[in-house]
Structure formats: structure tokens, C-alpha cells
């Protein structure tokens, strides 16, 4: 029962484009979504959030957007560069400690 | 600011053998976690402490136990290793759960053999 999914493994995007990652959920009852980047042979870095009481999120180049009625979320990068290539984790809570993370997207920006 | 700090990096047990995987925060978190992630998976959650000497199991927790008895240390110990404990293992500290980022250490890549 995966109560969060990435249902794309991988995207390849040009630099300077938008790159659109998405996350699915199950739960209703989730709190937080949280998005985190990866490098290989690192831990995985907070990148940014999302309350459930909020549809929008916005940090520089990235945004988080939240469809509850969909169970959806997505990160927007815009523009793309190539430092943004890693594999990019959704991850959402529900206030009982316990982060759910989906399987990854890996992102390739292209020069 | 060294954050979050896991020992080792690698290592390559044998079967039936036993290690203690450390972790350790300098942020004074009170909440700290355990995860492995398989090649291709999300992070699962093995055991997670919510303040020292207070533990409990995540969705993963069988093969492993874990100790918190200070803020900074949380380590996990495998007891009788088996090849399905092959993977990379994360350690993670919140200043809470109820939203606020994990700041992981870079993790250690464990191989059963």
C-alpha cells in the first residue's frame, strides 16, 4: 500500500525550461508535503514544503502546488539548470512522525 | 555546522554478523529516525525517537533495534545480518514532526554477503 507515489521514474528536461515533477497521495490526512533533492552518495536535502491548508508555495526557482481534490502535488523549476540534476523525493506527514517518501524522480537537465 | 553525521560510509558484513551503525546531530533535535532505502524505493522508515529514551518501531523494524540516550546519538544496531539488510542506510534529525524538514546525514551503503 504505497500511500505516496512518484509514477515517473525519470525526466529529462533542456536547460533554461520548466521542469514538472509530480507526486500522488492516498492519504487525506496528510499534513505536510515536503520535497527533497538527492545526489548520489548524499543524504537528501530539504528543498521545500507545503501545508495542507495552503494550494501554493513559492521559493526562487521553485514551486510546490497542491490540488487536494486531486491528491496531487507538483514541483515546478523554472528555469532549469543543470545543478538541479539529481533524483527528487516527495515526501508528506501526518503529524505521527512518520514521513511517507515516494520512490524518486530522477531529474536530468540538459546543457 | 556538521548537521547530521553517519559512521561508517560503507561496509560489508557477513551473514550472521553483527554492527552498530552510528549517528549522531549537533542541532539538539529531539526527533531523530532511521531509514533504508533499496535501489529503485522511497525512504522506509525503520525506527524513529521522539526525545531520549524514547524509541519506536517505523514500517520496517524487523532486524534491528535501536538506543537514544542522549539528544546528539541514535544509533541502530543489526543483529544477525542477512542479505535482505543489504542497503543504504539513512539517519535523520527534525526540530519536530509536524512538517518541518529532516536534515539527513550522507548515509551508510551496508552489503550482506
Known amino acids: 500500500d504505497q500511500q505516496v507515489k512518484q509514477n515517473s521514474p525519470s525526466l529529462s528536461v533542456q536547460e533554461g525550461r520548466i521542469s514538472i515533477l509530480n507526486c500522488d497521495y492516498t492519504?487525506?490526512?496528510?499534513?505536510?508535503f515536503l520535497w527533497y533533492k538527492k545526489y548520489p552518495a548524499e543524504g537528501p536535502t530539504f528543498l521545500i514544503s507545503?501545508?495542507?491548508?495552503?494550494d501554493k508555495n513559492e521559493d526562487g526557482r521553485f514551486t510546490v502546488f497542491l490540488n487536494k481534490s486531486a491528491k496531487h502535488l507538483s514541483l515546478h523549476i523554472v528555469p532549469s539548470q543543470p545543478g538541479d540534476s539529481a533524483v527528487y523525493f516527495c515526501?508528506?506527514?501526518?503529524?505521527?512522525?512518520?514521513?511517507?517518501f515516494g520512490t524518486g524522480t530522477r531529474l536530468k537537465v540538459l546543457a | 555546522n556538521a548537521g547530521v553525521t553517519q559512521t561508517p560510509k560503507f561496509r560489508i558484513l557477513k551473514i550472521g554478523q553483527s554492527m552498530t551503525l552510528q549517528c549522531t546531530q549537533d542541532?539538539?533535535?529531539?526527533?531523530m529516525y532511521w531509514y533504508r532505502q533499496d535501489p529503485g524505493m522511497g525512504l522506509k522508515l525503520i525506527y524513529y525517537?521522539?526525545?531520549?529514551?524514547?524509541?519506536d518501531k517505523g514500517e520496517v523494524p524487523n532486524g534491528y533495534n535501536v538506543s537514544r540516550s542522549t539528544t546528539e546519538d541514535f544509533p541502530l544496531r543489526l543483529e544477525l545480518a542477512a542479505p535482505s539488510q543489504t542497503s543504504v542506510y539513512f539517519c535523520?534529525?527534525?526540530?519536530?514532526?509536524?512538517?518541518?524538514?529532516?536534515?539527513f546525514g550522507d548515509g551508510t551503503r551496508l552489503s550482506i554477503l
Open positions: 542541532m539538539n533535535h529531539n526527533y
Open positions: 535523520a534529525s527534525s526540530y519536530s514532526p509536524d512538517g518541518q524538514p529532516q536534515h
Open positions: 515526501a508528506a506527514v501526518s503529524g505521527t512522525y512518520k514521513y511517507i
Open positions: 507545503i501545508s495542507s491548508i495552503k
Open positions: 492519504n487525506s490526512m496528510f499534513d505536510y
Open positions: 525517537s521522539v526525545g531520549a529514551g524514547i524509541t
